[in-house]
């Protein structure tokens, strides 16, 4: 199972700010990841922004970036606070 | 659930990250204390606005995720240290739910000489404004949005990237 965590407005549009879920296997990378995410929340691209940042079990990635099925993989949109 | 107060702050180096209320009164107090022989000491209180663009303010939620919000304001707090001669460093922040007057961020800096001080202190303040992992919800009388840093914000914080300070 992957831990998918869900930051600031994404929150918003996936009406929870984490789900624990078996990815299907098809699903290789981030890029995937974020094309099968904006399908099922019907989100129409707001997962494919490239202000959207990914960190995988705490680590901010560059992507593409291949993905397992017990990885933590958080979407960061941007940041700030002060 | 609360977490435990930040304070004292007696170490050379406290980074706080806490849903607890910052006394910003009494941070500066210790931290004074703590740094009392350095020369210079510099603080910065940033509070919750009462009105926005968006009208006036009734609650600021902060969102951060740790461990990587406090790795990265451990890393902004090392540069500092690399850069400018610095005897103690203190940063507090905020989580969770705000009103206006509430204070969201402390940042202290001391050294021998007001100069490093201050620029130690912008120079946090501008990485805390634009690079820590910390998402903002404003609510206000027309309603909820999350803010993202502003186009000056940036600008402030671009201007660390290539000046010298010695």
């Given at each position: 199972m992957a831990s998918l965590l869900y930051f600031g407005k994404l929150v918003e549009l996936t009406h929870s700010p984490q789900e624990t879920i078996d990815l299907p296997?098809?699903?290789?990378t981030t890029h995937d990841l974020r094309k099968w995410l904006d399908n099922r929340f019907e989100t129409e691209g707001a997962f494919l922004e490239s202000t959207i940042r990914i960190a995988i079990n705490n680590q901010v990635v560059t992507e593409p970036q291949a993905i397992g099925q017990t990885d933590e993989i958080a979407f960061m949109p941007p940041v700030g606070g002060g | 659930m609360k977490s435990p107060s930040?304070?004292?702050?007696?170490?050379?180096k406290v980074i706080c990250v806490s849903e607890s209320p910052i006394d910003a009164g009494a941070a500066l107090s210790q931290f004074q204390k703590a740094a009392?022989?350095?020369g210079g000491i510099v603080s910065f209180t940033g509070n919750v606005r009462g009105t926005s663009a968006q009208g006036s303010v009734t609650t600021l939620h902060l969102q951060s995720y740790s461990p990587l919000t406090e790795q990265g304001i451990e890393r902004a707090a090392q540069t500092a240290r690399d850069r400018w001669p610095l005897d103690h460093i203190t940063i507090l922040h905020r989580t969770g739910d705000m009103r206006p007057g509430d204070t969201i961020v402390f940042v202290a800096a001391a050294s021998a000489h007001r100069r490093a001080a201050f620029e130690a202190a912008d120079f946090l303040m501008d990485y805390l404004k634009t690079e820590a992992v910390f998402w903002k919800k404003e609510t206000t009388s027309e309603g909820a949005a999350w803010i993202e840093p502003r186009a000056e914000d940036y600008q402030d914080n671009a201007r660390w990237a290539n000046t010298e300070t010695t």
């Open positions: 296997p098809t699903l290789g | 930040c304070l004292p702050l007696e170490a050379a009392a022989t350095s």
